[in-house]
């Protein structure tokens, strides 16, 4: 259902040191990229969803929208705490450590940062039935 996702950045090379190392462990592909953004996705499968970084349009900065986050979905806590950690390593900020969070489900793990321009990111693993 989901076509793509676009966040804006003041600084396309800043959030491309975040960006590459985190999409990359995730098995993401720059996918397009020029001047004033970069997607990432899957190359060879044009239904897959794409996740675009670059700047506004509107030649506006770029800002972030509170309440706003993207969330990547993974099968293994590992997964979960690697890119955290990877996030943390690349610029990112941290807005909630990798963890279990019972209050949202029983069993879902998740961890939360901010890319270097604001924007939020979630990394989950659903509960398993």
């Known amino acids: 259902m989901m076509a793509y996702t676009m966040v804006g950045t003041q600084d396309l090379e800043k959030a491309r040191a975040f960006y590459d190392p985190v ?7 720059v996918c397009w ?6 997607s990432y996705g899957k190359n060879d499968d ?11 349009f509107d030649g506006k900065p770029a800002n972030v929208g509170n309440g706003v986050m993207t969330a990547f979905q993974f099968e293994e806590t590992n ?12 610029g990112g ?4 450590e990798p963890g279990y969070r019972p209050q949202y ?3 879902f793990y ?6 270097p ?9 659903y509960p398993k039935e």
Not at 23 to 29: G, H, K, T, V
Not at 79 to 90: G, I, K, W
Not at 110 to 115: G, I, T
Not at 117 to 125: P, R, S, T, W
């Open 110 to 115: 998740a961890a939360y940062v901010r890319d």
């Open 23 to 29: 999409f990359d462990n995730m098995a993401l592909e």
């Open 46 to 56: 044009l239904s897959f969803p794409r996740f675009f970084v670059g700047y506004p």
């Open 33 to 38: 990229e020029d001047e004033a953004c970069v």
């Open 105 to 107: 489900a029983e069993g």
């Open 93 to 96: 900020s941290s807005e909630g």
């Open 117 to 125: 321009d604001g924007n939020k990111l979630a990394f989950v693993m």
């Open 79 to 90: 997964q979960v705490d690697r890119l955290y950690e990877l996030a943390m390593q690349h």
